[in-house]
C-alpha cells in the first residue's frame, strides 16, 4: 500500500526548515541520572502561540497495525474530548487527558484546541528508509498544512532519521508554504489566529524507538539504557512500548509546539536547545518522582499496567508533567 494522499507536492509548497523554534522531545533515559538541576522558570518572549483551533493531521510513514494508529489517535482526540470519563475506566481518580491539555491553556494568551485531522498512511517509504530533517519538513508538507493545523509524521520503528536515539526522539519545528499564505487583513483589523504567522505552519515528528532505542526513547516502559536498573520498567497502558512510548514523546513535542511554535514564545536556554513546558519537567510523571523513578502512579488490577490519565472509550494513557506558569513548577496529573 502506497501513500494515500493526492500530489500536494505539486502545490509549489515552498518549505523551509525553521531554525529557531525547533524543539526536541530528547532520550529521557540519558537525562534521569544526571546531578539536580536548579528549578526552572521558563520565560516568556513574547512570540507568538498557537491559540484558536487546530487539526492534528498524522502521516504515518513506514507499518504500523491499525491498533498502532488507533492509540495514536484515540490520544488525540481525547485532548479536547469532553468524553473523556475516568469512571469508565474503572479507577473514577484518574484525571483525563483533556485536563491535562488544560495547563497550556495558562500560557498567555493560551488555548490552544487540538482535534483529530485527516490521516495519510505512506507505507512505500516513499522518501526513502533514511531521513533528514528536510525530508521530514517536506512530509509535513504532504498533509497539506496551513495555520489552523498542526502535521504529524510518525515513522516505524525500521525507519531512520537523523539524530534518533542519539540526540532526540522526536521534534517540533516550523517550515512555510504557499498553503500557510493568506491574503493581508484589512488596514486597522485585529489580528487573529487566522492571520499571524502567515506563511508558517508547525509541525512535529515522532519516531517509534521499538526496535531502535526503547532504553532511550521508551522510557519508563523499558529499562533505562544507561544508569541504574532499578526499578523494573512499568507495563505499557496500551500494551505496546513503542507506541505508549510515542504517546510521551508527541504529547512533549505537542505541548511545545502550542506554547512555543517559532522560537519566541515560552522556554528557558538557547533558542536551538531549549527547555520547554514539557521537556523541563523530563521524567517525572507522579507525584515522588525524582532522578530514575516516573512517581507514585495509578496501576490496573487487571493487567497490572501504570498510567495517570483516561482518554476516549477510557483508553489510558501515561503522560508527562508539565510546567505550569501560575505555580512556576512541574505539575503532575497524579
Same mark, same amino acid.
Given at each position: ?156 520503528? $525500521?525507519?531512520?532519521? $537523523? ?76 500494551? $505496546? ?82 510546567? $505550569? ?10
Amino acid at each position: 500500500m502506497g501513500l494515500r494522499c493526492c500530489g500536494l507536492l505539486g502545490l509549489a509548497l515552498l518549505l523551509a526548515v525553521a531554525v529557531a523554534g525547533a524543539g526536541a522531545a530528547t532520550p529521557r533515559a540519558r537525562q534521569l541520572f544526571v546531578v539536580s538541576q536548579a528549578p526552572v522558570t521558563l520565560t516568556d518572549h513574547h512570540g507568538q502561540l498557537l491559540t484558536g483551533n487546530y487539526s492534528v493531521n498524522l502521516l504515518w510513514y513506514g507499518r504500523f497495525t491499525p491498533a498502532q494508529r488507533a492509540t495514536v489517535a484515540d490520544f488525540v482526540l481525547s485532548l479536547s474530548s469532553d468524553s473523556s470519563n475516568a469512571a469508565a475506566s474503572g479507577s473514577p481518580a484518574a484525571p483525563s487527558v483533556a485536563s491535562w491539555w488544560t495547563t497550556t491553556s495558562r500560557y498567555h494568551p493560551g488555548a490552544a484546541r487540538l482535534i483529530l485531522g485527516r490521516q495519510v498512511l505512506d507505507t512505500s517509504l516513499s522518501l526513502g528508509g533514511r531521513l533528514s530533517e528536510t525530508a521530514l519538513a517536506a512530509l509535513a508538507a504532504r498533509l497539506s498544512p496551513h495555520r489552523g493545523s498542526v502535521a504529524v509524521v510518525v515513522t516505524a520503528p $525500521d525507519v531512520l532519521v $537523523d539524530g534518533f536515539c542519539l540526540s532526540r526522539c522526536g521534534l517540533h519545528a516550523s517550515a512555510t508554504s504557499a498553503a500557510a499564505a493568506a491574503p493581508a487583513p484589512a488596514r486597522g483589523a485585529v489580528p487573529t489566529a487566522a492571520t499571524r504567522g502567515r506563511g508558517r505552519f508547525a509541525y512535529v515528528w515522532v519516531g517509534n524507538a521499538a526496535e531502535q532505542c526503547p532504553g532511550e526513547c521508551a522510557w519508563p516502559f523499558h529499562q533505562p539504557t544507561y544508569g541504574p536498573q532499578a526499578p523494573p520498567p512499568l507495563v505499557a497502558p496500551n500494551a $505496546d512500548v513503542g507506541m505508549d512510548g510515542v504517546v510521551i514523546n508527541l504529547a512533549t513535542l505537542l505541548a511545545g509546539a502550542v506554547t512555543n511554535p517559532y522560537g519566541g514564545g515560552y522556554f528557558q536556554g538557547p533558542t536551538e536547545a531549549p527547555l520547554e513546558a514539557v521537556t523541563a519537567c523530563t521524567g517525572m510523571f507522579g507525584a515522588g518522582a525524582y532522578p530514575g523513578y516516573p512517581g507514585q502512579l495509578p496501576v490496573d488490577a487487571a493487567t497490572g499496567a501504570s498510567y495517570n490519565a483516561v482518554g476516549v472509550a477510557g483508553r489510558r494513557f501515561l503522560l508527562p508533567a508539565m510546567w $505550569d506558569p501560575k505555580s512556576s513548577q512541574c505539575s503532575t496529573l497524579v
